[in-house]
């Protein structure tokens, strides 16, 4: 049976009362209930139980179940993401955006992000509460794998904490060498990321060093570069994370 502090990968598809799928891990789903996006990583999910990559409510009814489990699992909003709280609301001068926001569209003010409710005249009403704050969310979620290897634990923090997906990891002891993509230092998430990794693998696996190492091949640099460069121009032209307000 699956406990705390073991290695899973599962995969989902999450779904409001009404039936309206809101996230999945299978692409062709996505395409089909319109919510697909060519810039998210699809496949299977990997998560350490009892360390909040997955929510309370699935991690809670994942804990005791054998891996090949298939099941559906109602996860309340207290388990999820939170009450819904009438006070996480503020009003805002247009002024202070850059870009004239619209209803609907998520915002930046300061450290919070927040949601456009409603603009009145010259005032912007931001709910800070999550979109899915006060809703039931059913989970229907199948166990593919417990992993018992270190070295496919270590590749699965990366992928939980940078999305990246390491080439190859080697242990020599308690000291693993894990070689990552020519371009992973160009990747703003990379580089926070990698150090949450750090720190759970030294929590969950029995290491003392950690080494993170780039290997580059002829002609590698410049693909990478270009790459890099696409990835920044994408995110800047994205309306929903441009519009920000002054600080």
């Given at each position: 049976?699956?406990?705390?502090?073991?290695?899973?990968?599962?995969?989902?598809?999450?779904?409001?009362?009404?039936?309206?799928?809101?996230?999945?891990?299978?692409?062709?789903?996505?395409?089909?209930?319109?919510?697909?996006?060519?810039?998210?990583?699809?496949?299977?999910?990997?998560?350490?139980?009892?360390?909040?990559?997955?929510?309370?409510?699935?991690?809670?009814?994942?804990?005791?179940?054998?891996?090949?489990?298939?099941?559906?699992?109602?996860?309340?909003?207290e388990?999820?993401?939170?009450?819904?709280d009438a006070?996480?609301?503020?009003?805002?001068?247009?002024?202070?955006?850059?870009?004239?926001?619209?209803?609907?569209?998520?915002?930046?003010?300061?450290?919070?992000?927040?949601?456009?409710?409603?603009?009145?005249g010259?005032?912007?009403i931001?709910?800070?509460n999550?979109?899915?704050a006060?809703?039931?969310?059913?989970?229907?979620?199948?166990?593919?794998?417990?992993?018992?290897?270190?070295?496919d634990?270590?590749?699965a923090?990366?992928?939980?904490?940078?999305?990246?997906d390491?080439?190859?990891?080697?242990?020599?002891?308690?000291?693993?060498?894990?070689?990552?993509?020519?371009?992973?230092?160009l990747?703003?998430?990379?580089?926070?990321?990698?150090?949450?990794v750090i720190?759970?693998?030294?929590?969950?696996?029995?290491?003392?060093?950690?080494?993170?190492?780039?290997?580059?091949?002829?002609?590698?640099?410049?693909?990478?570069?270009?790459?890099?460069?696409?990835?920044?121009?994408?995110?800047?032209?994205?309306?929903?994370?441009?519009?920000?307000?002054?600080?």
């Amino acid at each position: 049976m699956l406990a705390l502090d073991d290695f899973v990968r599962i995969s989902y598809t999450a779904k409001l009362e009404d039936g309206k799928v809101i996230d999945t891990t299978d692409p062709e789903i996505a395409k089909k209930e319109g919510i697909f996006n060519e810039n998210a990583r699809y496949g299977d999910i990997y998560a350490v139980l009892g360390e909040g990559h997955i929510l309370k409510g699935l991690e809670e009814d994942i804990i005791g179940k054998e891996v090949g489990y298939k099941g559906v699992v109602v996860v309340p909003p207290e388990k999820g993401f939170g009450n819904y709280d009438a006070s996480k609301k503020d009003s805002f001068s247009i002024t202070r955006f850059r870009e004239r926001p619209q209803v609907g569209q998520r915002v930046r003010v300061g450290d919070k992000v927040g949601t456009v409710e409603r603009i009145v005249g010259r005032r912007v009403i931001v709910d800070f509460n999550h979109p899915l704050a006060g809703k039931n969310i059913t989970f229907e979620y199948e166990i593919k794998e417990k992993l018992e290897k270190v070295e496919d634990k270590l590749k699965a923090l990366f992928v939980i904490h940078t999305g990246v997906d390491v080439k190859k990891v080697v242990l020599e002891n308690d000291k693993a060498i894990v070689e990552v993509p020519t371009d992973a230092y160009l990747n703003q998430i990379f580089l926070i990321g990698r150090y949450r990794v750090i720190k759970d693998a030294f929590k969950h696996l029995n290491l003392k060093e950690i080494n993170i190492v780039e290997r580059f091949e002829k002609g590698e640099v410049a693909k990478a570069v270009e790459e890099a460069k696409k990835e920044v121009t994408e995110q800047s032209s994205s309306p929903a994370e441009n519009t920000q307000a002054k600080s």
